[in-house]
């Protein structure tokens, strides 16, 4: 017994049948009743069949126990530039494979004061991007928070060193509460909104150079506004 793939056809999340007969009909008949058994996340996997949407950052990291106590609670405003710093990782999918971004906010301009990008999430991703924010801003010691999650990239001998060497005071969220830094959150949200989600990926060298131009040029003049005005925004179509 035998099906071609061509034979099913898969609607918004369901199957939606095929039209087939005899030996095929049988076939298609018990594959739409294991279809809600076998889950439609595996059977869209094994399809090569995803949703435009970028799957939920982070996943792929293990909160482990903190090494620092959270001293932001939540309040993700300060008065003055370079008393607060967050961080995160976000990932996208290219025809290459996945692309890794780390990104430092400060809390008081909203802008991104250091990122870096690599198609590994290790440490030295989360330590190039710190330190890329320290060699522009440049920050008094013992003055500035760095807030992060609980990802092993930032739980990582590498990246503890970098704040200790440089003064900076590290603070860490609860684990799987993603409020815990919600101003991140928003800002990759943006990324994902304007540039992510906007077309298909073939090298990750497209996807870098276009999240580059985003954030100097679009991101960073909204910001410089007070807003950002996504519907004006066209860097993933001019990356070819």
Not at 212 to 223: A, D, F, P
Request: hydrophobic share 40%.
């Amino acid at each position: 017994m035998s099906v071609s793939h061509s034979e099913f056809r898969v609607g918004a999340g369901y199957f939606s049948g095929v039209q087939a007969t005899g030996v095929e009909g049988a076939a298609c008949s018990v594959v739409r009743r294991l279809w809600p058994l076998a889950g439609v996340n595996r059977l869209c996997t094994l399809q090569r069949l995803w949703s435009v949407h970028a799957r939920r950052r982070g996943l792929s990291r293990r909160p482990g126990p903190p090494v620092h106590d959270d001293l932001v609670g939540r309040v993700f405003r300060t008065e003055q530039v370079n008393c607060l710093w967050l961080t995160d990782i976000t990932e996208h999918a290219t025809s290459q494979g996945k692309l890794y971004l780390c990104a430092v906010k400060d809390a008081c301009s909203n802008r991104i004061v250091g990122y870096s990008i690599a198609d590994r999430m290790t440490s030295s991703l989360a330590v190039a991007a710190v330190t890329n924010a320290i060699a522009l801003r440049r920050p008094s010691p013992g003055t500035t928070v760095v807030h992060s999650d609980r990802g092993s990239q930032f739980r990582s001998h590498a990246y503890l060193q970098t704040l200790r060497h440089h003064g900076l005071t590290g603070s860490m969220g609860r684990v799987g509460t993603c409020a815990d830094n919600a101003a991140m959150e928003s800002f990759f949200s943006l990324l994902q909104k304007n540039v992510l989600n906007r077309r298909c990926w073939t090298t990750r060298e497209q996807l870098r150079l276009a999240i580059i131009i985003w954030i100097e040029n679009t991101y960073h003049r909204g910001t410089a506004q007070g807003s950002v005005d996504s519907s004006t925004n066209r860097v993933a179509w001019l990356v070819a």
